[in-house]
Each structure stands twice: as structure tokens, then as C-alpha cells.
């Protein structure tokens, strides 16, 4: 994502081949969560017609873009934090975007992208993980609430990333559940470079064996055919917020 250039550097994803199927039956127990949905059902939380969002991909990325450039210059304007939207999404939600993020807490979606209430869906897992959850989550939001766009966003200096490089290199055990993580990481391992190179190389190889999974699913994978949806990589510098396409 570049403030110069925002729409030219944001285009939607490739779909993969598909993998296996999303929900599993998961969002049937949605009522459990009072929402009341079920797959295919319209969906009971349509935006309110006085709140445009964006509706397809394109736009989606470049109001991203445009909230980042806002965030790392020092412009930020806190939209939709007013009573009369906090009032309107009482009745529903549209959120134009869903960004599947690490748990650090120095990378807020909403800051990072300078976005409100109701605007963004996030997800978040230790280096971006997939599981049963993550992925039941994402396809909510894209198959419940018609969300255009998925945004997997890693960031410089991972822990759970560094992590996993130092467990495989010294071959010890993580504690508890955390060598799930490294695990799951561990196919994204750069072993062409050493040290903090590698680590910084397997930060951007995760962010792609994460969306690559993503894009594989076969309800997501044709929602990208259908160009209804795209899902897309992303990385941000800790050093200077940018937020920045990665191929």
C-alpha cells in the first residue's frame, strides 16, 4: 500500500486450487451467537443505508490505503465513533474488509488503517495462523456478511514468526500450546537466509503460505472467480507504519 500510488500497488489475488470446504457445519450454531444465521440465509445485519461502504475489492483496498497514509502521517480522523452511528449499527453491520492480523499488540487493524466502528472485521492469531476457528471466522464474514475483501496482514519483528525459526534451529520443544503456532508456521521457513534475515524472509513466506491456504478454500475461491472477493497479503513496518503489498 503506497499513499503515492495506493490503487495501483493493491490488486486482487490469484485464486488456488481449491483445498477442502470452509464451514463444516460450523455457522449452523450462529443463532447460539444471536445472530440467526445460517449458510445462504439473507443476511440479518445489511448495513444502513446511510452508512456507503465500499463494495468490491478495488475499493475496498484503496480505502485502506488511504487510512494507512492518514495513520502513518499523523492524520487521523477516528471515523464512525459518533452516537449517531454507534445508534445505527445497533440494528446491523457491513464491514468492507476483514483483516486476518497477528496478535501483537503494537498492530491494531482499526489504528493501523484508521478505521471505525462497523468498518472492518478482524481476525487474529499468532503469526496468522489458520485453524478450524480462524478459518469459520473469515468465512463468515465473507459468505454471512459479503465482505469484498481479505486482507492477511503480517508485520515486521514477528515473535510467533522468530519463534518458530528458533524451535526448528534448536530443535527444543515450545511450551504448551505455542509449538502449535511454530508448526504451523514452520512450511513458511526461509532456509536460504540466516539469522535475522531469515526471520524477516519467513515473515513475508508465511504471509503468502497464509493467503495461498485462504485462497485454495473452495466457497472463497470462487467468491475470487466471481470477482466478488479478493484476498490479498499484506505487511507492516513497525519502523515507519507503512502498510505494503506482498506478491
Not at 445472530?35 to 465500499?54: C, K, N
Request: aromatic letters at 2%; glycine letters at 10%.
Amino acid at each position: 500500500m503506497n499513499s503515492d500510488s495506493p490503487a495501483g500497488a493493491l490488486r486482487p489475488a490469484e485464486s488456488k486450487p481449491a483445498r477442502r470446504s470452509l464451514l463444516r457445519g460450523a455457522l449452523t450454531g450462529a443463532a447460539a451467537l444471536g445472530v440467526g444465521l445460517t449458510v445462504g440465509a439473507s443476511p440479518a445485519t445489511a448495513a444502513p443505508a446511510s452508512r456507503p461502504r465500499p463494495t468490491t475489492p478495488g475499493e475496498a483496498l484503496r480505502e485502506l490505503a488511504a487510512g494507512n497514509a492518514r495513520w502513518r502521517t499523523f492524520r487521523q480522523q477516528h471515523p464512525n465513533e459518533t452516537h449517531a452511528v454507534r445508534q445505527e449499527l445497533v440494528s446491523g453491520q457491513h464491514p468492507f474488509a476483514l483483516v486476518l492480523g497477528c496478535i501483537d499488540s503494537r498492530v491494531p487493524p482499526e489504528l493501523v488503517f484508521d478505521q471505525g466502528l462497523g468498518d472492518l472485521m478482524t481476525v487474529r492469531s499468532g503469526g496468522e495462523v489458520l485453524d478450524e476457528a480462524v478459518l469459520g471466522s473469515v468465512a463468515y464474514g465473507v459468505l454471512e456478511l459479503g465482505i469484498p475483501l481479505v486482507l492477511v496482514l503480517g508485520h515486521q519483528s514477528c515473535g510467533a514468526v522468530r519463534a518458530a525459526v528458533e524451535a526448528e534451529e534448536s530443535g527444543e520443544e515450545l511450551p504448551a500450546h505455542i509449538q502449535y503456532l511454530a508448526d504451523q508456521i514452520a512450511p513458511a521457513i526461509d532456509h536460504t537466509k540466516e539469522g535475522d534475515a531469515r526471520v524477516d524472509a519467513t515473515i513475508d513466506a508465511n504471509i503468502r503460505l497464509v493467503r495461498d491456504r485462504l485462497s485454495a478454500e473452495p466457497d472463497l475461491a470462487a467468491k475470487v472467480t466471481a470477482g466478488e472477493l479478493a484476498i490479498v497479503g499484506a505487511r507492516y513496518e513497525l519502523t515507519n507504519q507503512l502498510v505494503h503489498r506482498i506478491a
